[in-house]
């Protein structure tokens, strides 16, 4: 379907490819995916697909939580000042393997090194307004071993990996349908930007005439 297409086209493609290409999730691991809009999700089907578990969402409201455990994810929280508590209590205390930030806010990239175990990874595939900062200490990145990995795009190949996306969904195995919460006419597209600015969606997808 078009609007399935329009979506592995952005969103599907960095959220997977940041669990599977950037942050080489494996089986039985523990992922915490910060942010569950349309990359977070596709995050969170990723992780699911390669057999991961626990998997941890957090976003900062819960309209998401239905989609996010539809797609694979074993928790949901929102994310305020118990978050971190709550990811080490479903990783016996130590934090989990794979931490990916979809937000691309500074201070929940900060949340998502303290997120991580010692030895884990961070993936960081949201994206950050240009010349803002994020305090990620060398004291902790060296003392803990832990590594923070960058990814743009899912890291994706496209020519490889559209069509694996689009088999996954055509046979059953990754349920983009539920990440279109509503789809608007071009005339609405501001009625688009603004429920997606208030977190109204997963992903939304604009229909042209025609």
């Not at 709550?86 to 990239?109: E, F, K, M, N, S």
Request: aromatic content about 6%; some cysteine.
């Amino acid at each position: 379907p078009p609007a399935v297409g329009a979506l592995i086209g952005c969103a599907v493609t960095t959220g997977v490819g940041a669990a599977w290409h950037t942050g080489r999730v494996r089986p039985g691991q523990s992922v915490a995916v910060f942010g569950a809009g349309g990359v977070g999700l596709s995050a969170i089907a990723g992780a699911a697909l390669a057999g991961a578990g626990p998997i941890l969402a957090l976003d900062r409201v819960t309209d998401h939580e239905a989609e996010a455990r539809a797609l694979g994810a074993t928790a949901f929280f929102v994310n305020d000042g118990d978050a971190l508590e709550a990811i080490r209590q479903h990783t016996q205390g130590r934090g989990a393997d794979l931490v990916i930030d979809t937000t691309g806010v500074p201070a929940v990239q900060e949340q998502c090194l303290e997120a991580a175990r010692p030895g884990g990874t961070v993936v960081l595939a949201g994206l950050a307004p240009m010349g803002s900062r994020t305090n990620l200490p060398g004291a902790v990145l060296v003392r803990q071993e832990k590594t923070v990995a960058g990814c743009y795009y899912g890291s994706a190949v496209p020519a490889r990996d559209f069509p694996r996306l689009s088999a996954l969904y055509l046979g059953g195995r990754l349920p983009l349908d539920r990440l279109v919460t509503r789809t608007y006419p071009l005339d609405a597209l501001n009625d688009a930007y603004a429920d997606l600015d208030a977190g109204r969606l997963a992903r939304g997808v604009v229909v042209f005439p025609g």
